[in-house]
């Protein structure tokens, strides 16, 4: 039994329309390159008011904490200009 060739045609369109319903992996999300310097926000302690000696450990640690995140902005910041430096 031979087959006409528009059928052939047919049965190609519909398998790869059916190719179409398969689940796929999503495709992986862009790179976002920030370009430019780095934001930079003031540094600012924690206010405090401590009145007992347990509660001026604690601000210790939240001023200590304070200095770090500064620092790190810093660092940050530096870490940049030196990147940049060698740079036209």
Not at 22 to 41: D, H, R, Y
Not at 57 to 71: P, R, S, V
């Given at each position: 039994m ?6 052939f ?8 329309l ?9 495709s ?12 930079v ?5 924690s ?5 007992k ?36």
């Amino acid at each position: 039994m031979r087959m006409p060739n528009f059928a052939f045609g047919l049965i190609s369109l519909s398998l790869m329309l059916l190719a179409g319903c398969a689940s796929a992996p999503p495709s992986p999300e862009p790179l976002l390159i920030a370009t430019g310097c780095p934001a930079v926000v003031p540094c600012t302690l924690s206010a405090t008011k401590p009145d007992k000696n347990g509660a001026l450990l604690n601000d210790q640690e939240a001023t200590e904490n304070d200095w770090a995140q500064c620092a790190a902005q810093v660092d940050m910041v530096y870490q940049h200009q030196q990147s940049r430096a060698g740079k036209p």
